[in-house]
């Protein structure tokens, strides 16, 4: 066993080559944050290039043989040490991404994101225009770089499994697969059911809301939902996110419809389930690999199951809907919480994946992921997935778009990286906010009394302790096993909708 005195020095060398490569890619979020809130549109370009100059150096300091050595040389000191110890994970993790990063050859790197940029452009052009056939080029190229990216890591089962891997470390095509089957099964005779009743009147929400006082109440809420304003801030942005620049600073960015009272606020608190996780990691994993959500999957657990399981419930507005209330007197001071509790839980079959409900979302995520298996198996070729997708929506949703551009263009994620890895994980997020959710109650059942009274501290409390101070020391599935006993499953979530949408709708 390798003394500390000998391991220090290597240590302390990882940790401070990491800490700059950490600084490096902030660097390059602080820019990417600046584009996507306050910069002027004549800056695209020269940002563009600033934020991969820096991309690019991160890259190569941590693929450099120096950190390989570190990471030989540091081994049998992990070895020596507990699974969880911080420092182990710290190497664990490190090598991991190390392993993952060195098997890329640096000019694929650079040319696949030169084409993620075009075809990002010609996306932007094409989609007002209803014109697939201007990207069809572009995705085919993308479809051959994410094959060729899939293809450096031989051995897989599936073609999708290495592009799965990077958003969603440890779950694979086969698995993903069996799991929304099992939830496809289960969702479609619920959507039939509930569909086939008069739909729920959500006109309260489509009236005039002044955006000065939409922004005032989502900050009040997630104020008292526990976000630090101290280390983070709110601003707007044409799409929303979250960036994170240390566990001192984890911002979020939003999108304001005056005529549509929904969009903000479940944007709002979608997002700051996403700064929750990022200003409740551990202060000891700052400016390490370890600061970083489990996976893409687990990120998204959070922002849903505060944005859904907290922030659609009834529970949640009779506390605070008479403060809604006196926001918006003349628009909501007649509409009762019930009304106002149905119009934000309608369910309908519709066309846009952001626009959809709780009990439909997870059927437009199934139908991309499906497309995407095709797409790289070669079963489905690009010039065909227009009619693919319009036919898997006439068949899964009964709707039919009227255009691409409502159809396959409307999703940003194919046009600008890979086709494969980046939509299993809303539905995985999904699930395991169920899980996670059934977990926090049955754990401390006191959390709903405390709900009742409009305090979330006890279950933030318990999300900080059992999920966000860990960062990604467990992989998702270590994390989920040591949260809720089980693998992913269903039967949360399922019950969950069973519970919500059975009493809404007399099912
Ligand atoms: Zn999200």
């Known amino acids: ?172 095509a086969a698995t993903v697969r069996s799991l929304f089957a099992e939830l496809r099964q289960q969702l479609v005779p619920i959507v039939e059911k509930i569909t086939s009743q008069p739909p729920a009147d959500d006109a309260c929400l489509q009236q005039h809301f002044p955006e000065t006082q939409q922004l005032a109440f989502c900050h009040q809420v997630i104020e008292k939902l526990g976000y630090d304003f101290g280390r983070g801030r709110k601003d707007k942005t044409p799409h929303p996110f979250t960036t994170f620049f240390g566990i001192g600073d984890v911002r979020i960015a939003i999108r304001v419809n005056e005529n549509d009272l929904a969009e903000a606020f479940f944007s709002t608190i979608h997002e700051m389930g996403h700064a929750l996780y990022g200003q409740g990691i551990h202060p000891a994993f700052e400016a390490t690999l370890l600061a970083n959500g489990a996976s893409t999957g687990v990120h998204e657990s959070q922002s849903r199951l505060w944005e859904n399981l907290v922030g659609r419930s009834r529970q949640f507005w009779t506390h605070f809907y008479p403060q809604l209330q006196t926001f918006f007197p003349s628009q909501l001071g007649n509409v009762s919480l019930e009304t106002f509790y149905r119009a934000i839980n309608k369910v309908q079959r519709s066309l846009i994946r952001t626009d959809a409900d709780e009990v439909t979302y997870n059927l437009h995520v199934m139908i991309r992921f499906d497309l995407e298996l095709q797409l790289l198996e070669g079963t489905l070729a690009v010039r065909d997935l227009p009619e693919a997708w319009n036919e898997r929506y006439r068949s899964d949703l009964g709707v039919v778009p009227s255009s691409d551009s409502e159809g396959v263009m409307q999703d940003v994620h194919w046009y600008s990286d890979t086709i494969g890895g980046l939509f299993q994980g809303y539905t995985l997020g999904n699930l395991m906010s169920a899980q996670f959710y059934q977990a926090a109650l049955k754990a401390q059942p006191e959390i709903s009394a405390k709900i009742n009274n409009g305090d979330y501290t006890m279950l933030h409390n318990w999300l900080k302790e059992h999920i966000y101070q860990h960062g990604c020391k467990w992989t998702p599935t270590e994390l989920i096993d040591r949260v809720t006993g089980s693998d992913v499953t269903i039967s949360p979530f399922i019950s969950y909708i069973q519970q919500k949408y059975g009493e809404l709708y007399s099912l």
């Open 1 to 172: 066993m390798q003394t500390l005195a000998k391991t220090e020095p290597q240590l302390a060398d990882l940790k401070s080559r990491l800490t700059e490569i950490h600084d490096i890619n902030a660097a390059a979020s602080v820019l990417h944050w600046d584009q996507a809130t306050y910069m002027p549109p004549g800056g695209a370009a020269a940002r563009g290039r600033q934020i991969a100059t820096l991309h690019q150096i991160a890259h190569e300091k941590f693929t450099s043989s120096a950190i390989g050595q570190l990471l030989e040389d540091l081994r049998p000191y992990e070895e020596s040490l507990p699974y969880d110890n911080s420092e182990a994970s710290l190497i664990r993790v490190t090598r991991r991404d190390y392993d993952l990063n060195v098997r890329i050859p640096s000019d694929f790197m650079a040319k696949f994101s030169n084409h993620c940029a075009a075809c990002y452009n010609a996306w932007a052009k094409a989609r007002p225009e209803n014109n697939f056939a201007a990207v069809q080029p572009y995705l085919e190229k993308t479809l051959q770089f994410s094959r060729e990216y899939a293809n450096f890591f031989p051995g897989y089962e599936h073609i999708a499994d290495p592009l799965i891997a990077r958003t969603d470390y440890g779950m694979k």
